[in-house]
Every structure is written in C-alpha cells, then in structure tokens.
C-alpha cells in the first residue's frame, strides 16, 4: 500500500457557529494508506464525511460539496497524525 496526503476543500456548509446557522466553507488534509490514488480519495472523503455529519445542517435540496483539491503520494506520514483531524473553517460567502 501507498501513502497519501490528500487535502480537501469543503463549501456550502451550514453549521451553527456562537447560535448561529453560517454557511462556511473548510480546508482540511487526511492522511492515508491506500491501494491507488481513487481509493486514497474515497477513503479520506469517507472520514470527512464521518467527522462531520453531526454538524452539518443543510436540507437535501442545498447539500453542501466536497472536492479533493489536491493528492500527493508520499513516502512517510512523518509527524503528523493520521488520518488527521480538523478543519480551517471560512465564511462561505459564495
């Protein structure tokens, strides 16, 4: 299996900040061992997904998006904690 960094950009989340509903977008890298770059992307939105159902309040007919902004192969996870965790949150003014 291969190492990836996978960095992923998020937009149209509606989550609740200080009691109020904010449309906002994020940053985040995951961290993952996969077969191919496709399975190192499915499994790095699959753990987004995961962290952020609970937060997430938009309707069917406004989903919010995810995209991979970019995937690289690397040889070592290094320090960093993986599958990584966190987001750099910013007002989605779109």
Request: glycine share 6%; charged share 30%.
């Amino acid at each position: 299996m291969q190492k990836y960094n996978v960095f992923i950009e998020g937009t149209n989340f509606k989550i609740e900040i200080e009691n109020t509903v904010q449309k906002c977008g994020f940053f985040t890298t995951r961290f993952v061992e996969a077969n191919d770059p496709p399975s190192a992307e499915k499994q790095a939105m699959d753990f987004v997904r995961e962290e952020l159902q609970e937060i997430v309040l938009n309707d069917r007919e406004n989903p919010p998006v995810m995209y991979i902004e970019k995937l690289d192969e690397i040889k070592t996870f290094g320090d960093n904690e993986v599958p990584g965790t966190g987001f750099t949150w910013f007002k989605d003014d779109e």
